[in-house]
């Protein structure tokens, strides 16, 4: 059994593909994907095929290469890139998105068998539904999301966290920022393919490309929940001095993800003038993302609040850390405006 490389190997978002016919599939990729998606959705079922799928990938790999000159990365991106041992490659889309997916799905069942999770069924549910979304694109499937299936037992629940060991928490918020990553990505290449599939007026193909991203944005929600799915003990001990100097640079935070960076200041910027006049099919659909994009938030706020209170200062300013994931919250829903009424011209 190929071990799980302890690195988390990411495209570039500006290499994510942006239309279907850019997302070339190979056999291997293919086999693994299919695979998967035919598993027993049981998590121990499901993570030995997830190694089983490693072991095939594994050939496969020598054809990725680090990237080593990047002038669109900036400092802050470089930073929380390196405080999470992630690295940034070159390669197939298809290869490498499939293999940083499984990466992190092996490691969200992974924790969440060892340790437990306070999430729902319904959370649990749809941060697994994600990743079926997730595997069927990659495959280029065109499958509704409503015809997803996942039938599971759920993990435990978390322990009492008066005994947990430092180190849990940790991992569950290194896990989690992978989860997120993960899901992230996907919903850049599922919008890019909602506007090209708007612009060639496919209305069947855009319909199920927003379907998946508001799919995507439900599980962000969920991933939120599950990364901060642990004590304030550990968070305070071990978690928060990591993000901070000496450990970290003055002033890294999540908001300089570049991944959830280019998400918002170029694909969302981009879906602008579709959410302005979008076809009448996909309007809709479109106020439902809005509404979990701000569930997404309000999932950070609750996380942050449980951490660091409602008044204590976040990373960045001296400002509330709730006062600043309230605002970012209304930016990011003004970037992209409520469909207006009226006809599509």
């Avoid at 005994?163 to 919008?191: P, T």
């Avoid at 701000?294 to 990373?315: E, I, M, Q, W």
Wanted: with cysteine; glycine share 4%.
């Amino acid at each position: 059994m190929r071990e799980i490389s302890p690195i988390f190997y990411l495209l570039q978002p500006e290499n994510l593909p942006i239309s279907r016919d850019r997302l070339r599939c190979g056999d291997i990729v293919q086999e693994v994907l299919s695979h998967i998606l035919n598993l027993t959705r049981n998590e121990n079922t499901i993570l030995d095929g997830i190694h089983q799928a490693f072991s095939l990938l594994a050939p496969s790999f020598e054809g990725i290469s680090v990237v080593k000159e990047d002038p669109l990365e900036s400092l802050e991106n470089r930073a929380n890139d390196e405080a999470f041992n992630i690295k940034r490659v070159n390669g197939n889309p298809s290869y490498v998105l499939t293999y940083s997916t499984l990466q992190s799905y092996a490691g969200m069942l992974e924790d969440a068998l060892d340790i437990g999770t306070s999430l729902s069924e319904v959370e649990w549910t749809k941060l697994n539904l994600a990743y079926i979304s997730i595997f069927d694109m990659l495959r280029g499937g065109i499958t509704p999301i409503n015809s997803f299936k996942f039938s599971t037992i759920m993990p435990k629940k978390s322990r009492t966290y008066n005994n947990e060991n430092e180190r849990d928490g940790m991992r569950r918020w290194v896990c989690g920022h992978y989860v997120f990553m993960s899901i992230v990505q996907a919903m850049i290449v599922a919008l890019n393919f909602f506007s090209s599939e708007v612009a060639n007026d496919d209305i069947q193909a855009s319909q199920l490309a927003i379907d998946r991203a508001i799919l995507l944005m439900k599980g962000s929600e969920s991933a939120l929940k599950f990364t901060g799915d642990f004590s304030r003990r550990s968070y305070e001990q071990s978690v928060r001095p990591s993000l901070s100097p000496p450990k970290a640079p003055r002033g890294m935070s999540g908001v300089n993800w570049r991944d959830h960076e280019y998400l918002i200041k170029k694909v969302f910027r981009k879906l602008q003038p579709i959410f302005l006049n979008p076809p009448l099919e996909v309007k809709a659909k479109l106020y439902d993302f809005l509404d979990a994009l701000k569930d997404a938030y309000d999932a950070h706020k609750l996380v942050c609040s449980f951490f660091v209170g409602n008044d204590k200062p976040s990373l960045l300013s001296k400002k509330s850390a709730m006062n600043m994931l309230e605002s970012y919250k209304q930016n990011r829903v003004a970037v992209l405006k409520k469909p207006q009424k009226g006809l599509r011209v």
